[in-house]
Every structure is written in C-alpha cells, then in structure tokens.
C-alpha cells in the first residue's frame, strides 16, 4: 500500500503563492515519476505537473512559467511551488503515484484564489 497526503492550500489573493507538499509513505522502492492534478468545481481532473524519475518535468500550458514542480527524493516529497496565481487556479489539488501498476492518489488540498 502507498499513502499520499497533501498540505499547503489555502486561501491567497491574486498574485500571491503558495507551495504545496504531497508526502509519500508505504510501499515505495525506487524513485517514482510524480504528478499534480487539480480539479476545479464542475471541470474534470487535469494534470498540472509531472516529475519524472530523473528529475526532468512537465508542465500544463496553463500554468508554465508560473509553477514549479520539484522534488526531495530523501524525504518522498514533491512539491507544487505556485507562483503569480490567479483565480482560475482555485481548485483541489491532488497527487499521483503509480506504483506496481496501481495508482494512488491523495485526498487532495483546495486551494482558493480571490481576485
């Protein structure tokens, strides 16, 4: 079994950051390539960002330049720096772990931008 859990939402102001952590435990045996999804109220779940094993990352069209995706290998952790947000980034944000063939999410983090 693998747990995520995330942290680090809130409430910020346009223009304003956050930074958001998903923590991994359990089952893990070798760096896995991670991602963040969000979902927003009455959209589906989108991919945020993704890090690779190696380190290398993706990012969607909508949040380039403005999120950083990175990782503490030690410490199983990703991270979500958010940077310049706007209101359309409010949403819950979620982990992802492939592990074994089976994935595992966390039960999420809401964040909410007021304009």
């Given at each position: 079994q693998v747990q995520l859990v995330?942290?680090?939402g809130g409430l910020?102001?346009?223009g304003g950051s956050?930074?958001?952590s998903c923590?991994?435990?359990?089952?893990?045996?070798?760096i896995k390539p991670m991602d963040w999804?969000?979902?927003?109220?009455?959209?589906?779940r989108e991919l945020v960002a993704t890090i690779t094993s190696g380190g290398g990352t993706n990012y969607a069209d909508?949040?380039?330049g403005r999120f950083t995706i990175s990782r503490d290998s030690a410490k199983n952790t990703v991270y979500l720096q958010m940077n310049s947000l706007k209101p359309?980034?409010?949403?819950?944000?979620?982990c992802r772990i492939?592990?074994?063939?089976?994935?595992?999410?966390g039960k999420g983090t809401l964040v909410t931008v007021s304009s």
């Open positions: 995330e942290s680090g910020v102001q346009a956050l930074r958001l923590a991994a435990s359990g089952r893990i045996f070798s999804y969000r979902q927003a109220p009455g959209k589906q909508s949040v380039k359309e980034d409010t949403a819950v944000y979620y492939v592990v074994a063939l089976r994935t595992y999410w």
